[in-house]
């Protein structure tokens, strides 16, 4: 079975673009939840979607905002980047929502801001 | 504002040692605390900790819920290379609307 997958794994952006990241869940997971891990922060939550619908959200500015298809991948958006917002963006999947146990990690995507 | 602390924030021991790594945390509606271990990019989990299940067992690694001093312990017995890893500790609220709030980690080496 094939894990959390997420594209592109490395990105190079400047102040004032937008980026978009995609997270492919497992095979049946409905749940997809988007973390941002920083040195100075360690992860944080950003938001889940299950089923198609933003569950929850973590405490972000609306810059970030994402979504979810019907076959359960998503994307996060990103606008206006700042300097700050360089990190690890990490998407994980679970099969239930809130499905804490079976939550699988993808590998993240390395967002540079320059 | 939901808090978890970790400590200490780096060790250093060498293989065959017995290392303790200590979480705190402070939350409202406490449902669960994990543990996931970070070696390059994705965490991995190790274990989930509830007031109905308060103490874990894998292997060498095994895991303390105490209620009373919120906090939770990670033990790993006889150390290997491959333990070296950065452990995150997570709690999640009942009603989950924050979803997970994780601690620094600790970043741990095992040298050989």
């Known amino acids: 079975k094939a894990g959390v997958t997420q594209t592109p794994r490395y990105l190079i952006k400047t102040r004032g673009q937008q980026v978009t990241l995609s997270c492919s869940p497992i095979?049946?997971?409905?749940?997809v939840s988007w973390y941002q891990q920083t040195p100075g922060q360690g992860l944080q939550f950003l938001f889940e979607?299950?089923?198609?619908?933003?569950?929850n959200k973590g405490n972000f500015p609306g810059r970030f905002s994402g979504r979810q298809f019907s076959n359960s991948r998503s994307e996060m958006n990103v606008s206006t980047l700042e300097l700050g917002d360089s990190a690890l963006y990490l998407c994980?999947?679970?099969?239930?929502?809130?499905?804490?146990?079976?939550?699988?990690f993808g590998p993240g995507t390395r967002l540079l801001v320059l | 504002e939901d808090k978890v602390v970790q400590s200490p924030l780096s060790l250093v021991v060498h293989e065959g040692d017995t290392v303790t790594l200590n979480c705190s945390y402070e939350?409202?509606?406490?449902?669960?605390l994990l543990w996931y271990k970070q070696e390059k990019k994705a965490p991995t989990f190790l274990f989930m900790l509830?007031?109905?299940?308060i103490e874990k067992k894998s292997g060498r690694l095994s895991s303390i819920l105490d209620k009373k001093e919120l906090s939770s312990i990670l033990n790993i017995t006889a150390t290997q290379t491959g333990d070296s890893a950065i452990y995150l500790c997570?709690?999640?609220?009942?009603?989950?609307?924050?979803?997970?709030?994780f601690g620094k980690g600790t970043h741990l080496i095992i040298q050989p």
């Open positions: 994980a999947s679970s099969f239930g929502d809130r499905d804490q146990e079976t939550q699988y």
């Open positions: 095979s049946g997971h409905r749940s």
């Open positions: 979607y299950f089923s198609e619908t933003q569950r």
């Open positions: 939350v409202t509606n406490f449902r669960s």
């Open positions: 509830t007031s109905s299940g």
């Open positions: 997570a709690v999640e609220r009942r009603g989950g609307a924050d979803g997970l709030t």
